[in-house]
């Protein structure tokens, strides 16, 4: 009978680094030496900015004052807060968040629906719709300016050529409000329409086919089974369309400057002009924090509501 004898596992030697070479690094050290560029990048451009920011907050700092900064504790804040220009302000940002944010929503998934159920030229078609998004929001402002001009313009000249008078769509608080929204929702429809591209084509075909079957109506298929499988995704879509509106600034610095008088003068407007022209510096660091604060909070309700639209 052969007995076979246990013999100690012998455990594997690191691999001797080669002759003149230096030791290769661990999977740890790659990563971080991967990633530290980045990380430094990340804290240098968006963190310390932001906590500078929030220090300048509690001060009444000046870039055109050489005594520096005092500590005024949240004398900033309780101003901010209780200014009636500041509630105007906001109550104007609000109308055109919501306003551009729906229009945007209803036609860019109007737009999406359509393409969806085009077989030729659909790439085409999304290439045309994705142009202004494209587009630097500077080049938009001017292109925009131009074509909504009182004398000049090319819209008061369609206006004229169908018999209606002349419109001042920039000069007038009626109006001029409503031609940003009417700009800012040309630029960024295309990115409602794209997400809603997106969800659209990944609705499985099958249910399509078993409604068909069915002989459901067409309004039964968009109702019972597009628009549930699409809206998840068009709501994270509106959100970030929010966020975006709600600092707005580059449209109403080209088209409007805020004018006429304040009507079109939204929260990011009135915090350059408090830190650029006012030279209060402490006091547009306060505004700039309550504006992430305010973004924060409202982000996290609307993930809220959204996780329960999914666990529902």
Known sequence: MTTTTDRPVQEASPTPPAPGGSPRLSDRGLAVAFISPALLLLLGMSVFPLLWALYLSFTDYSATRATGA???GFDNYITILTSSEVHTRALTTLVYVVGAVLLQTVLGFSIAYLISRRTRGRGALTTLFLVPMMLSPVVVGLFWKFMLDAQFGVINSMLGSLGFGQVEWLTRQRTALFSLIV????????????????????????????ASIDRASEWFRFRHITLPMVWPLLLIAVMFRAIEAFRLFDLVYILTSGGPGVSTETLSFHVYKVAFL??????????????????????????????????G
């Open 183 to 210: 700009v800012d929702t040309w630029q960024w429809t295309p990115f409602i329409m794209l997400i809603a591209l997106a969800g659209l084509t990944a609705v499985p075909s099958y249910l399509y086919e078993a």
């Open 278 to 311: 006012g030279f209060n510096t402490g006091t547009a660091s306060a505004y700039g924090i309550l504006m992430v604060l305010v973004v924060i909070v409202l982000a996290q309700f609307y993930l809220r509501y959204l996780n329960k639209l999914k666990e």
């Open 70 to 72: 005092n500590f005024v």
